[in-house]
């Protein structure tokens, strides 16, 4: 008996001090949203219920961009000014880009939390499953310097949860051209596609759906997104809608 109770309190010492060390390493103790207590996520449970679990797949959204709606109106007030991105057909935004966004973003891109992978792609699976339900999903090609400086791309790791984890169909119809590649072309040819970041990926010649949704993990201008589907589009898919994490509004 008196064995047994020893090795529990040794259990509860472990796990005590687990605790107080993971807190310590990860130097995180503070709710980014709420300034509160919390322990391994960088949101606490009640903060976690109210941001990133509240996706809102009902809310009134712009019918331009797909951002949660305030005011009365039905377009928002970015998206009376900014350049087209109608090639897209829609645009759902898990999140408006202000305050606890930043923060979380930030430490999943700039401070490698990677775990927040996990957490995102839970969310993106939701907004997948109901309002996109079948069409594959194709993530958006990162910048050559993204990868560069953090050594992975966050994109690639929310596909990749999407695809090895939950089994949804993920397919890398697009590829970006780097800089070298334009290099290599004459004049008049660079001058024709200066504009034309991503193509089509020829590994899936003759592979083309009808309807694809984009993936990505922020809308500012939309101008990439809309390059892209201008590309899905001259490839012959016909329907191209877009998820975003985030959408800035400012
Ligand atoms: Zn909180
Ligand atoms: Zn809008």
């Known amino acids: 008996m008196k064995i047994i109770n020893l090795i529990l309190r040794g259990c509860l010492a472990v796990r005590y001090y687990a605790g107080i060390g993971t807190l310590y390493l990860c130097g995180e103790k503070n709710c980014v949203v709420c300034g509160g207590i919390t322990d391994l996520l960088p949101v606490c449970a009640g903060c976690f219920q109210k941001t990133i679990a509240n996706i809102r797949l009902n809310a009134k959204r712009c019918l331009v961009c797909g951002r949660v709606l305030v005011s009365e109106k039905s377009v928002c007030v970015l998206c009376r000014s900014r350049p087209s991105i109608g090639n ?33 792609a839970r969310q993106i699976l939701v907004v997948l499953q109901n309002r996109f339900d079948g069409i ?55 001058l024709g596609r200066a504009e034309k970041r991503y193509v089509w990926n020829q590994a899936f010649k003759g592979h083309i759906p009808r309807s694809v949704v984009l993936l990505d ?15 899905l589009k001259a490839a012959g898919v016909e329907t191209v809608h877009a998820v975003t994490l985030f959408s800035v509004s400012d």
């Open 136 to 190: 594959p999903v194709v993530p958006v090609p990162p910048r050559p310097s993204k990868i560069k400086n953090s050594g992975w791309d966050q994109i690639k790791d929310i596909s990749d949860i999407l695809k090895y984890r939950y089994k949804m169909n993920v397919l890398d119809l697009l590829r970006r051209c780097d800089n070298s590649e334009q290099k290599k072309l004459g004049r008049t040819e660079r």
């Open 88 to 120: 897209l057909n829609t645009v759902f935004p898990l999140y408006n880009y202000y305050l606890w966004a930043r923060d979380l973003l930030f430490m999943w891109k700039m401070q490698n939390n990677r775990y927040f992978s996990f957490v995102f």
């Open 217 to 231: 993990d922020i809308m500012t201008t939309g101008a990439t997104l809309n390059e892209c589907a201008v590309a």
